[in-house]
């Protein structure tokens, strides 16, 4: 069974700084790609950057320039650097991977969210 967990969220003021971490473990054969998604109460859950197993990375509008997405390959870990942040970045943070448990079979994997508070 494979594991996603997310650590790092909390409460900051706006302008401040945050880093999520999201480990795997479990059966893992391969990884493809891993992103974080947010979302907030009565809205859909949207992406907020992807990274692929290469490095190569993709962002919302909304964080590009604020936000940065890396991972370490070795340990199964994607990371979220969250720079400037602003009142609107405010939800539950959901770490996601394309996860091959053999190389015949993949799902897709979440984390169970962790909490982002933007607040002065």
């Known amino acids: 069974q494979v594991q996603l967990v997310e650590s790092g969220g909390g409460s900051v003021q706006p302008g401040g700084s945050l880093r999520l971490s999201c480990s795997a473990s479990g059966k893992i054969f391969s990884i493809n790609a891993m992103g974080w998604y947010r979302q907030v109460p009565g809205k859909q859950r949207e992406v907020v950057a992807v990274?692929?197993?290469?490095?190569?990375?993709n962002y919302a509008d909304s964080v590009k320039g604020r936000f940065t997405i890396s991972r370490d390959n070795v340990d199964n870990t994607v990371y979220l650097q969250m720079n400037s942040l602003k009142p609107e970045d405010t939800a539950v943070y959901y770490c996601?991977?394309?996860?091959?448990?053999?190389?015949?079979?993949?799902?897709?994997?979440w984390g169970q969210g962790t909490q982002v508070t933007v607040s002065s």
């Open positions: 990274i692929t197993n290469s490095g190569s990375t």
């Open positions: 996601n991977g394309r996860i091959w448990a053999t190389m015949f079979t993949h799902d897709d994997y």
